[in-house]
């Protein structure tokens, strides 16, 4: 057990709160408390500053320099073996940011399986205001949104829903194809699809034939 663990182990035991509850105040994982407590894993400053709100007791009164803290874990959490000192550091600030930072998958328009990932910071249990398994990246297919600043190669952030936003862009399924395309609604029936390359191309359907996948939240434009 690390002495930072320790502390936070007896802070919370003196106020009389549960992991569970501790963890549910910071918005993480009861296992990620555990583990700070027992040295398996480093709680950034971020995180430290808040236990010491939430407990009323300042800990980093008893902060140690991070070369101490790393050599109190378990010698088996580092059983790799490093060429350098370089590699070992880096591999501990992964361990250390690990319950801060997620993975967010990439996918193509069909969603089958990721074709990479990107790291998001994980604020409350959600990512970008959205629950962790909601969020995703979308490779842009085709230049069919380019009248939007959406080319082929873009990285767009997008979240699932089946809600609808006028003039907001979604990744829907219709026709036996999936597309991006701006949404309006023209009544309970009917909607407006619009895309644009050279010239705004627009398609009213109804709407029991419109699948809505995902709204697209921002735009990573690719040089």
């Not at 690990?98 to 994980?122: A, C, H, N, R, T």
């Not at 089946?162 to 979604?170: A, C, D, T």
């Not at 990744?171 to 991006?180: F, G, I, K, Q, T």
Request: hydrophobic fraction near 35%; proline fraction near 2%; glycine fraction near 6%.
């Amino acid at each position: 057990m690390s002495r930072i663990g320790e502390k936070i182990k007896s802070a919370r035991i003196k106020s009389g709160m549960s992991q569970k509850k501790l963890a549910k105040k910071l918005g993480v994982s009861e296992g990620f408390i555990n583990e700070v407590e027992i040295g398996k894993k480093i709680a950034n400053q971020g995180i430290i500053d808040r236990i010491s709100k939430i407990l009323g007791k300042d800990m980093n009164d008893i902060t140690m320099s991070f070369e101490e803290q790393t050599h109190e874990v378990k010698k088996e959490e580092f059983s790799p073996i490093y060429n350098n000192k370089k590699e070992k550091v880096k591999d501990i600030w992964n361990e250390a940011f690990g319950s801060v930072l997620k993975k967010v998958p990439v996918y193509k328009y069909e969603m089958d399986k990721p074709i990479g990932f990107k790291q998001l910071p994980l604020i409350e249990n959600k990512i970008e205001g959205y629950a962790q398994d909601k969020v995703f990246y979308l490779k842009i297919e085709s230049d069919d949104m380019e009248g939007f600043r959406i080319q082929r190669g873009d990285l767009a952030f997008a979240h699932i829903t089946g809600e609808i936003e006028n003039n907001s862009i979604y990744l829907v399924e219709y026709n036996d194809s999936r597309v991006l395309r701006q949404i309006k609604k023209l009544d309970n029936n009917k909607m407006l699809l619009i895309s644009g390359k050279n010239t705004v191309r627009t398609e009213t359907i109804e709407v029991k034939s419109l699948n809505v996948i995902a709204k697209l939240d921002k735009v990573e434009i690719m040089l």
